[in-house]
């Protein structure tokens, strides 16, 4: 089992990350239509029209797409399903955010019909 305290520490890294990439952290429930239909870990915004939903995972060995493929079935099938509902006027992006055993955090970006790496970042 994996402590709390690892997680917690890894959910802040990916928040500063989420704010490098040129995004407002926006607490996951503060977004109405977004998280009423799954729960997420981090929410993004950008300007007033585009959002980047973000599940953070940990993994337990080496990260590649078909390890976030297999370990992170469950998140993926919920990103998918939130790209199909129509939220509006808002451009919306999901990723699944995986952190390695030795402190990266790979980033997935979840489409409809694969995921691919978009960015790894080392701590």
């Not at 950008?46 to 953070?56: F, I, M, Q, R, W």
């Not at 509902?85 to 970006?109: K, Q, T, Y």
């Amino acid at each position: 089992m994996i402590a709390k305290s690892a997680f917690n520490t890894v959910k802040q890294r990916a928040t500063k990350l989420l704010i490098s990439r040129g995004f407002e952290s926006v607490p996951p429930e503060n977004s109405r239509f977004i998280t009423r239909c799954i729960p997420l870990h981090l929410v993004g915004m950008k300007g007033d029209y585009e959002a980047l939903c973000v599940k953070v995972r940990l993994a337990q060995g080496a990260v590649s797409p078909e390890y976030v493929e297999s370990f992170c079935r469950f998140d993926i099938c919920q990103l998918r399903s939130l790209l199909m509902m129509s939220p509006g006027d808002i451009f919306l992006r999901c990723e699944e955010w995986v952190a390695s055993p030795n402190g990266s955090i790979h980033c997935f970006e979840v489409m409809p019909n694969e995921i691919r790496e978009v960015a790894a970042y080392a701590r």
